[in-house]
């Protein structure tokens, strides 16, 4: 497979302190690719480099071939790169179809419009019933759901996953690694960071540990899960 994403020597920081520390990762097109590591490790850094919210002030970014390194965040969202950010960031004071509304705005025609949103709706029957409520009186899982169902809106080429599970119910849990499952068999290229290493590895093709800015350790998802020194880290010593 070839690379959608191809990352190399990223650095990132805030001020004076380097957060990222040089780092090289490839996301093949169709790929689930994931991002593990203890809090503080620079995941989400990572994913705001990767957004164009952050500058880099080393390394270079490549999508689809060309060098997007330094390009500004509303251009990489229209490259087809959108983020589902860490703490899902719904704006609170909007409705769910306004959410969604905001989510689509590039899309090249209605038509195009509304078959993006019919998808989300079908694939988020729990937003289709609360389209008109206000996205802050959503529960945490209905907000992540909110939250993925708006980058979804922007057709993306590359997903963005930051903490997709975080904070959220165990059923609600269960419900978002279902969908990262259904995105993966239909073909979506996808970045995940996440806290429940257990499940993401599971889920992915291929995976990256982050420790203090750096990769430590990178490899297919099974053998990172099998890695005694994972499974010490992050998988609960089992
Ligand atoms: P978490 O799971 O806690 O979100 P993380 O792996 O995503 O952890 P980052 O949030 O990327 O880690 O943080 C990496 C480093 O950068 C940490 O040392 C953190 O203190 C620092 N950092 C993060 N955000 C800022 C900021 N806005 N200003 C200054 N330093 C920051």
Known sequence: MSALLEVTGLHLGYGRTTAVKGIDLSVPVGGVVCLIGANGAGKTTTMRGLAGLLKPTAGS?????????????????????????????????????????????????????????????????????????????????????????????????????????????????????????????????ILLVEQNAQAALEIADYAYVLESGVITLHGPGPEIADNPRVAAAYLGGH
């Open 61 to 189: 970014i490549r999508f689809e071939g060309a060098d997007i390194t330094g390009t500004a965040a509303h251009r990489i969202a229209r490259l087809g790169i959108r983020q589902v950010p860490e703490g899902r960031q719904v704006f609170a004071e909007m409705t769910v179809d306004e959410n969604l509304h905001l989510g689509g705005l590039q899309a090249p025609d209605s038509a195009e419009f509304a078959k993006r949103r019919d998808l989300v709706l079908e694939r988020f029957p729990r937003l289709r019933e609360r389209l008109s409520q206000q996205a802050g009186l959503l529960s945490g899982g209905e907000q992540q759901m909110l939250a993925m169902g708006r980058a979804l809106m922007g057709a993306p080429r590359l997903l963005l996953l930051d903490e997709p599970s975080m904070g959220l119910a165990p059923l609600f849990v269960e419900e978002i690694f279902r969908i990262i499952g259904d995105l993966k068999r239909e073909g979506t290229t």
